[in-house]
């Protein structure tokens, strides 16, 4: 299957500070990026939908402000956590669709632990 | 309303047969995944069904579908230590947003 690169896989940094995470589909365009969030012992939580070139569109309880998306091009997203805090620590995954793909391939994840 | 249920565990031996069961809300699936998650690591498609199929099957995975009750179940033949893991039932609704059920942890004993 395709390849989707998700750096770094894991981050630990100061409460008040910036992480961001990014994801590449190596070997095809990733026409929509999705972003997840894991909670131990939880199912993944659907954060935010991307699609090259627009404006992400966040889920439900999901703020815009702190969890920042940006898809630029077809085969790189990045989700910046702002001004992090403790309960920010997760386990952070994205996944990658090409054009008329039923298929969405994931990254490995990114554990961020906010100290 | 969007919602995708599994049970938590499933502990079987080595040798024998998993079942991991799933049901889902949204009558509109086009698609059914389960995914498997080894510790530490992202999540792996193992198969997909589409809403129109019963059944299908790869290897020693078979997938079920119920799409009246909307219950799918993955079966896994000859479980194998390597198996341990977290498997994951998703489903696509609109053609687009990916819901994924809480996981089911599976503990093959040898």
């Known amino acids: 299957g395709a390849v989707v690169s998700q750096h770094p896989s894991r981050v630990i940094c100061k409460s008040g500070t910036s992480v961001k995470i990014e994801c590449r589909s190596l070997?095809?365009?990733?026409?929509?990026m999705f972003w997840y969030r894991q909670f131990p012992k939880k199912s993944l939580m659907l954060m935010a939908t991307?699609?090259?070139?627009?404006?992400?569109?966040?889920e439900q309880g999901v703020e815009k402000d702190k969890f920042l998306i940006n898809h630029a091009s077809l085969t790189l997203s990045t989700l910046t956590v702002t001004s992090a805090h403790p309960e920010d620590s997760s386990f952070y995954i994205c996944?990658?669709?090409?054009?008329?793909?039923?298929?969405?391939?994931f990254g490995q994840g990114t554990r961020l632990t906010v100290v | 309303g969007e919602d995708v249920e599994q049970s938590l565990f499933l502990s079987v031996r080595e040798g024998d047969s998993s079942v991991i069961n799933c049901t889902y809300t949204?009558?509109?699936?086009?698609?059914l995944y389960w995914y498997k998650q080894e510790p530490g690591a992202g999540l792996q498609l193992l198969t997909y069904?589409?809403?129109?199929?019963d059944m299908k099957q790869d290897q020693r995975l078979t997938v079920l579908l119920n799409k009246k009750d909307k219950h799918l179940s993955l079966r896994i033949a000859d479980t194998q230590t390597g198996d341990s893991a977290i498997y994951f039932c998703?489903?696509?609704?609109?053609?687009?947003?990916?819901?994924f059920g809480a996981g089911t942890r599976l503990f093959v004993k040898a």
């Open positions: 996944s990658a669709r090409g054009e008329g793909n039923t298929e969405a391939f």
């Open positions: 070997d095809f365009q990733a026409t929509t």
């Open positions: 991307s699609n090259e070139g627009s404006k992400a569109t966040y």
């Open positions: 949204d009558s509109s699936s086009t698609y």
């Open positions: 069904i589409f809403s129109n199929m």
């Open positions: 998703a489903e696509m609704i609109g053609g687009f947003k990916t819901i």
